[in-house]
């Protein structure tokens, strides 16, 4: 793994000089540590202080603290600061896909060559139907490289929209960070450049069409479809392999590709000594040639000429726990959408995951009909730029250890940043608000106020009262429950959590 250590030369902005509290030996210039338990602290007589988070202090950090521990508690603001910078986050973020590694030992023409290669018809002996096998390998190795040329963009695209997604929040990290995503953003169109190559025009336009065709009427009565039953059984089979084929061809960058698969899935249930096997393969394989037709015919009427400006916006990347990494974002888009995105992309906003594509009327029309849960499309004039949102900043004063008098105004951006913060559960927070003035709400309900145009502050979280013998998570709930009725029905005095809240100085973290 790359070195993804805080460095002093990383700008801080508003968390610089923030304490933090370290443990360290006794000697003047001892390392410190995030945790007492740190393998790497070897001594019995341990100082536990507080320090300035600053490049002295940076300097002193426990590479292996600094690696796997916080400095600063998860909810606060400083927290989720140093949490989006480390692990593999910004800084790792920052290292990677910026140049080709050792793994990617392509050249440009050899991406050439495969493109070609897979666009040609396969070579075959006029005596002989088995296929050449020098001619099956090399196509093997050219789809081989197809699939390493798109992982690799897909995982260069996602590691930018990461960065960029980051430093929306903390934008004094901008002018720091710029050169590197400069080198990011050549590099992806780098590679877009070269999976664009294996990705045939033609193909799309067919795929594209092929979902917009009407259901035609099924030969179910003509006798070489008799091998798959009788009329029922026909009619049924031959509804599946229209729906099948409908599905896959217009997933798929080249719906001629897909005619083996549809007609196998029909004809390989059969055993080929069956009689009438061999007329079966024949009728179907025309039956699907002639659906492909109707799509190319599709094409030539729409034309390609006229083209549209379509705006997509990706889905976000989730956190997959069973698995331990990100899933969504690219990974989920089938093989058409993703050529759609490699072959007419003109301008991106990966950190807000907004796209422009300049797309046929044919493509346009598909996007802006589909219903795929990964995209959402809309129409976008060539004549006028949309304003770019500035994302809100998290400073110091939205979750940090600040008096609530200067609690700064929660924000859905602010929620998103929450997200990664190893902090869950769905814990009762004292908020305030001009309008409602001081609740007790759930994590899931400010949220949900908060992307309605709840406008409030955050006083405390059950999380950020002081910890007491017992480390039980619900007595720390009920602190800061709703209040509870005594034996008269009366509601209980809620002085005792006010005067906890009061006196607690940290801000609790509110998870979207």
Not at 449 to 471: F, K, Y
Request: glycine share 8%; net charge negative.
């Amino acid at each position: 793994m790359l070195d993804n250590a805080l460095t002093a030369g990383v700008p801080l902005g508003p968390f610089a000089g923030k304490p933090i509290t370290v443990h360290s030996a006794t000697s003047k210039n001892a390392k410190f540590h995030a945790t007492r338990s740190c393998s790497m602290l070897r001594t019995r007589e341990v100082v536990t202080a507080e320090v300035p988070l600053n490049a002295e202090t940076i300097g002193r950090m426990c590479a292996q603290c600094d690696r796997w521990s916080g400095w600063a508690r998860p909810g606060t603001g400083l927290g989720i600061f140093l949490r989006a910078l480390g692990g593999i986050g910004l800084l790792y973020q920052l290292r990677t896909y910026t140049e080709p590694d050792q793994d990617e030992d392509w050249t440009d023409d050899e991406v050439r060559a495969a493109a070609a290669l897979l666009r040609s018809v396969p070579e075959t002996d006029p005596e002989d139907e088995e296929p050449d096998e020098e001619d099956a390998q090399a196509r093997e190795d050219a789809e081989h490289l197809r699939g390493r040329v798109r992982a690799t963009w897909r995982g260069a695209a996602k590691s930018l929209h990461l960065a960029e997604a980051a430093l929306s929040m903390y934008d004094w990290l901008g002018e720091w960070a710029e050169p590197t995503l400069a080198a990011k953003r050549q590099y992806l169109e780098a590679l877009r450049t070269q999976a664009a190559l294996f990705v045939p025009e033609s193909g799309l336009l067919e795929a594209a069409a092929v979902g917009s065709l009407e259901k035609p009427e099924l030969p179910s009565g003509e006798p070489a479809f008799a091998a798959l039953g009788d009329g029922t059984e026909v009619a049924k089979a031959l509804d599946s392999l229209w729906s099948d084929w409908q599905h896959r061809a217009s997933g798929s960058c080249d719906p001629a590709d897909e005619r083996w698969r549809v007609v196998y899935g029909i004809t390989g249930r059969l055993r080929s000594n069956r009689k009438g096997y061999d007329q079966l393969c024949s009728a179907v394989e025309e039956l699907v040639a002639s659906w492909e037709g109707r799509a190319r015919a599709a094409v030539e009427d729409a034309g390609v000429e006229r083209t549209r400006q379509v705006t997509v916006r990706l889905s976000e990347a989730a956190e997959d726990s069973s698995a331990g990494y990100k899933r969504g974002f690219l990974a989920d888009l089938d093989e058409w959408s993703t050529g759609v995105l490699i072959t007419y992309l003109t301008d991106a906003d990966w950190g807000r995951r907004t796209l422009t594509l300049n797309v046929p009327l044919l493509v346009a029309d598909r996007l802006l009909t589909s219903s795929s849960p990964f995209i959402e499309c809309g129409l976008r004039s060539p004549d006028r730029a949309e304003p770019r949102k500035r994302a809100v900043r998290l400073t110091p004063g939205v979750f940090d250890d600040t008096p609530v008098f200067d609690r700064l105004p929660l924000h859905t951006d602010h929620l998103r940043a929450l997200n990664a913060a190893p902090v869950g559960g769905d814990e009762p927070c004292l908020v305030f608000s001009p309008g409602a003035g001081t609740e007790v709400l759930p994590l899931s309900t400010l949220a949900a106020r908060v992307a309605a145009g709840w406008n409030g502050t955050v006083i405390a979280r059950a999380s950020d009262l002081p910890e007491r013998a017992s480390s039980d998570r619900g007595s720390r709930r009920s602190a800061l429950g709703p209040p509870t009725a005594n034996a008269s029905g009366r509601p209980r005095s809620t002085t005792r959590t006010t005067r906890v809240s009061a006196r607690t100085s940290a801000t609790p973290t509110v998870l979207a």
